[in-house]
């Protein structure tokens, strides 16, 4: 059978799995034991799935795939990071396209890793001191894509993981603007039978679409938020991220505000520090203003040099700036751009052969 015929398991829920089950004639719960094997043991290949029976497994090779991302390159930086340039086959409504790259990014600490994953090929959002931002959108990722980001890094490190697994949607791409596929995704990452996530180890980044925190604000099972700020003003925000003249800051914060907090969260703001630009004291204090009447803490993101028109900021604005939230009550921690630090946001993945990337600042959204 053409493998353009095979249904793709990948991405599928539990309920989907089951009812794909019952649709071959099989008894539904057999849905559940793939859903197990293919999420929580990461069994990718039919004839390790040993609680099937042999019969079943022979039909699934046959039938079915398992379509991870294809690793096409590692970049490995000093600190451990590994930076990962995947291979998509397609998109799975059009499996003829052409294979599509992402970058997935790797990072390990003594008693977790984070896992860095796109949600887009490219972006469409532009914001300025973004590389990602200068692929534009390529094309939306499936569920499988994503959830298959995280699957693959945890199976590339298999011998040296750590307890905990920590998941942010900060690479490639713009989550809540390709909404449905990356909840999708995160049920997957945040089922105990499924890839088992905590929710408090999941953050999804966002630019600030305020539909998208809406419907994000409503469902059932989600990760941590974080927003990406960068600026004091309107007039400031425009400047870099177009995007605010579409949710400027007055409503993008009142979406904060409505944002159904759990009792153990905190909103987290991105904000990357850009000298000369955003970074005096004027700006700490505006942003003071703007989220200290939430519960929410600030992270600093410190620009690089890089390829693009901005300077970075001076250490003893960063001091100053870190200390004025801080004083007044908006805890303030400043992520230096080491490549453990690409939790602190997204962007600036380009698809850049160079592992020079590995040390850019990494930018927000
Ligand atoms: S910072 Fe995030 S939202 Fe903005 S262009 Fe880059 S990837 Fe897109």
């Known amino acids: 059978m053409g493998k353009t015929m095979r ?30 094997a293919l999420y929580a043991e990461r069994r990718f290949d039919f004839t390790t799935m040993s609680n099937l029976p042999a019969a079943l497994r022979a039909r699934l090779a046959a039938e079915a795939s ?21 291979a ?30 796109s949600t887009q090929a490219g972006c469409p959002v532009n914001c300025h001191f973004c590389l990602t931002a200068q692929l534009g959108l390529v094309r939306n990722l499936s569920a499988g894509e994503i959830v298959g980001q995280v699957l693959v890094a945890l199976e590339d490190n298999r011998a040296k993981l750590a307890p905990q697994t920590n998941v942010v949607l900060m690479g490639q791409g713009e989550p809540l603007l390709n909404y449905e596929p990356v909840i999708a995704a995160l049920r997957l990452l945040l089922d105990p039978n499924g890839v088992g996530l905590s929710p408090k180890h999941v953050t999804l980044s966002t630019s600030g679409i305020v ?9 059932k099972v989600r990760p941590k938020l974080a927003v990406s700020l960068n600026a004091s003003s309107d007039e400031q ?23 159904p907090l759990r009792p153990w969260e905190h909103l987290t703001f991105e ?20 989220i200290a009447s939430l519960r929410a803490k600030a992270n600093l993101i410190p620009w690089n040099p890089g390829e693009l028109p901005y300077q970075p900021p001076q250490p003893e604005r960063i001091e100053e700036f870190r200390r004025i939230l801080t004083e007044k009550g908006v805890p303030a921690f400043v992520r230096y751009s080491r490549g453990q630090d690409i939790m602190a946001a997204c962007g600036q993945l380009a698809l850049l052969e160079t592992p020079a990337l590995l040390q850019p600042s990494r930018a927000s959204a």
């Open 237 to 259: 925000r425009n400047a870099i991220m177009p995007i605010n003249r579409k949710y400027p800051l007055s409503v993008l914060l009142d979406a904060c505000r409505r944002y």
């Open 66 to 86: 398992i379509t991870l991302p294809r690793i096409t390159k590692r970049y490995h930086s000093t600190d451990g990071s590994v930076r990962y340039l995947l």
């Open 7 to 36: 249904v793709e398991l990948l991405g599928k829920s539990g309920e989907e799995l089951r009812a794909l089950m019952v649709s071959l004639g099989e008894r539904a719960y057999r849905g559940a034991q793939i859903y197990h």
């Open 211 to 219: 539909p998208g925190i809406e419907r994000l604000a409503a469902e």
């Open 88 to 117: 998509l086959e397609g998109a799975a409504s059009s499996p003829a396209a052409a294979p599509t790259s992402i970058e997935t990014v790797y990072m390990p600490e003594a008693t977790r890793q984070t896992i860095c994953i």
């Open 271 to 290: 904000y990357v520090l850009l000298g000369g630009f955003n970074d005096r004291g004027d700006d700490a204090r505006r942003v003071v203003k703007l």
